[in-house]
């Protein structure tokens, strides 16, 4: 029979040693996972030995199978969530910026009660005060659980004043297309540059990128060019999410945010655009740069309470005929 | 006197089915006109690479008379890759629908598919586009917002960086007639935007609308007017992003570009295709058919200098 009923998947994952949510591709339209802990379970299984999801569960939802004899539970904080398409831009709920809002430090912390993890992206919005990164992106490093969140990528101590109040958004998942316009948040100008970005990049050595700074954000000079990328995560101040680009850069004026009046009355916006790679040895034959669709369907199991440090998972995946 | 009426004697089929089917929104599909349709080709592995050569300088000043030969130039180019991605969709249908249904469900699901297959390649061409083209918030207007709504001073700032970019205009100019309300309209770049622009366009300096072209016949279903040497392109599915602007309002993106900005990139030898697979290929007892489409495409950024992408709010 050429369509069959319950077409099944079957694959492993280990966790990390700072478990991480994991995100399992699945082909569309399977609708249940389960997911053991075959290291947990070959150990006597004292912990969650068993995860099952189903796609008709609300996001972030399980049923955990936790010791021995197993008990189960519905975990409905960290779960399972099926994932039709990871290209979705739809950002989360607002969420308020708490008393602190943003602070002018390096990092800069947001205080919201948002439930953003590590390494997820937030849009922070209608600011009071530091309106120049109102409506920006950026990558969340640190997380105190529905307190604080930490943007190193943003090094804020040269900002005038914090921001007192705000909103916070989630948003969700990268852009469908691979490689993505990144804004600049720091530089360090020399023989090379360097050029902090707002969100994780996923760049590579040997890209070529225009660097785009309008006028407001000091080092115009740099406007308009190409170069290649000759190392990444180079640190400025706190942020590692950095290019460093063969530009010589060193009698340029250095690179400043706006003032916060400034911005409130319209601003362009400093930006890394990648273009292509280098045409040179050693980069000849690498295909870093490909422009390419990275969306998925799949599975993301959270993290927090289910997954243990360095434990391998296997899964099993299924799917069946809706009647 | 006893009347017969319908509550005594009532119709032997209650309802008719009217084999006139309802109309279904299909949205202007507009990311794809300004594309440059090429082919990778078939046995040419995951990725397609293509070339540009950056200018070589200019030699203004004379040679001499020195007899001495100067150093040579350097080139030098960049590679654009683009990785071939397939795609497909599907349709199960038992054969109890075909045969027991009034209405022609196979040819409606035809053409449902047909226009789900073109929006998918629409909306591939406005994710590459928004994913990867530099752009530029609109700072002309005076809503408080940033991006501004859009002002002409905004298309003029775009227009002149295309036309420093060297950026190619897309249709020629038409030329002014002898007709009541129309205005010559110039040479022009396309710019693809929400149709919530409508009004916000209207309401910018020397806008023309479409039906004030002295020419109707170069013109293009989705088109709205143009400003300057911008032919916008409205449609319902282009770009907005939710929340992001610096009040948190919804941000228009209005891809501007020029010819040979951009391009689709088809497989050879797997263009899209609609396929059908009778029920006789389904089971034993053939009880259901397929209906589906398939193609292999990837939209790549050609010329990213010739392609802006402006940002805006509304009024």
Known sequence: MSSPINAQLNGSFTAAAVPIPVFIPLPCGYTQIKIYNDTGIAAGGAGVNAIEGKATFPSHTCISYTGVPMVPAINNVNGVTFVADSGDQTPGAAVAMGGAGITAASPAVVTSASTAGAGDIIRVYGTTGMLQVAGWDFTVSVVNAGVTQTIANLPAAGFAAPATA??????????????????????????????????????????????????????????????????????????????????????????????????????????????????????????????????QTGVIVDSTNLLIANNVYSWVAYKGTTI | MSILTTSLLTAPVQATFSMKLLAVAVPYMCYKIPASLKKAPRNGGTDIRYRRYNPIPTCPVPLGNSGICPPPQIASAINIDARMCFYGTYLSVNEQISLQNQDPVLNELSIRLGVSLRQTE???????????????????????????????????????????????????????????????????????????????????????????????????????????????????????????????NDVLSIVCTGREAFAAIEQDGYSASFLYRPAIYDSALSLNCQIGYKFAEVPIIQNDSWCLNLRCTLA
């Open chain 1, 166 to 295: 705000g909103f916070v958004r989630i948003i969700p998942f990268v852009p469908r297309f691979y490689p993505v316009t990144r804004r600049i948040t720091c530089m360090t100008l020399g023989v090379q540059t360097v050029i902090g970005l707002n969100v994780t990049h996923s760049y590579t050595v040997g890209q070529k990128v225009r660097v785009t700074v309008p006028a407001g954000w000091g080092c115009t000079q740099i406007n308009g060019m190409l170069g290649t990328i000759t190392a990444v995560g180079t640190a400025v101040s706190t942020c590692l999410n950095t290019i460093t680009v063969d530009i010589d850069s060193s009698t340029f004026t250095a690179f400043a945010f706006p003032a916060s009046a400034i911005a409130a009355l319209g601003t362009g916006v400093p930006e890394v655009a990648p273009v292509g790679s280098a045409a040179v040895v050693p980069y000849g034959n690498v295909f870093d740069d490909a422009s390419r669709n990275v969306s």
């Open chain 2, 122 to 248: 629409d909306q591939l061409m406005r994710d590459k586009l928004l994913s990867s083209a530099t752009f530029i918030n609109c700072v002309g207007g005076g809503n408080g917002d940033n991006p501004t709504e859009i002002t002409r001073t905004d298309i003029d700032f775009v227009i002149r960086t295309l036309r420093n970019n060297s950026a190619m205009s897309f249709v020629t100019g038409i030329e002014g007639e002898n007709k009541f309300g129309t205005s010559p309209v110039r040479d022009a770049y396309f710019a693809i935007g929400h149709t919530n622009l409508i009004g916000q366009l209207d309401a910018c300096n020397g806008f023309i609308n479409k039906w004030s072209y002295p020419n109707q016949q170069s013109t293009l279903d989705s088109e709205w007017g143009s400003i300057g040497n911008l032919r916008f392109l409205l449609s319902p599915i282009a770009s907005v992003i939710p929340n992001a602007s610096l009040l948190g």
